[in-house]
């Protein structure tokens, strides 16, 4: 199919999470990117969804509700709720500080991490059916580097990764313009806008195969089943000698 129109994805929910430091209103580059990214999903009838996770009163740590925790204060068991919960697609986005995600982005991997004990309607953990992307931005080198340790991060509590599922641009290093400064570059970089546009794609036609099939099969990763006894025929070798 070479008419983009003959790809409908209506149904679909994508939630984008923007882990800058910066508090709404202020400028985030990253929501640049994240727009060429839900832009595109929009105009293929995606309803998308942005939010800053700096703007919530979010607490750290890996409870599912860490008021339980002595906390006074936390925003996420809503968020989760109200947002993560419905979003067919989940693309976390942030910038580079020392090399490495930034601080806000530690927290949500960690706070998705404190619900991933829960299970689907089918018996799998609950993030199985879903897929998961990244997006980086920065002015030092680290972009493989937090994309990778994002992406791990979802798979290994259940988000399926589509084939390159990340995208991001890199300024000059040091101080200079950033994504959306005038006369960055970036908007109009090409590898970058190949590596969005691409990532867009794949987590579109993931997410609709997904959907469409009811997520994976719940056979082999029904951890209630496993704790029960049954091993989805699984037998181990036997010992050497």
Known sequence: MADNETYDFTGLKALFINCTLKKSPALSHTDG???????????????????????????????????????????????????????????????????????????????????????????????????????????????????????????????????????????????GPSYMDKGSGGPENDFTNKNTTTMTWNLMHMAKLLKDNRGLPAWGNVPEKWQAGERFGYEPPAPAG
């Not at 829960?118 to 580097?145: C, F, M, P, S």
Request: one cysteine or more; proline letters at 5%.
């Open 33 to 175: 990117l994240i727009e060429a990214s839900a832009a595109l999903m929009r105009r293929q009838g995606v309803q998308t969804e942005v939010f800053r996770s700096i703007d919530y009163a979010i607490a750290s740590g890996v409870s599912p509700d860490m008021r339980e925790e002595g906390w006074a204060e936390d925003a996420w068991p809503e968020l989760f709720k109200e947002h993560v919960l419905p979003a067919d697609i989940l693309v976390l986005a942030g910038p580079i500080w020392l090399g490495d995600n930034s601080s806000e982005m530690k927290k949500i991997i960690e706070r998705l991490y404190a619900m991933s004990a829960e299970t689907n309607e089918r018996g799998q953990h609950l993030y199985y059916g879903r897929v998961g992307g990244a997006i980086i931005t920065g002015n030092e080198d680290g972009l493989k580097h937090c994309s990778s340790n994002i992406l791990y991060s979802l798979q290994h509590i259940g988000y399926t990764i589509p084939p390159q599922a990340d995208c991001g641009w890199l300024g000059e290093v040091g101080p």
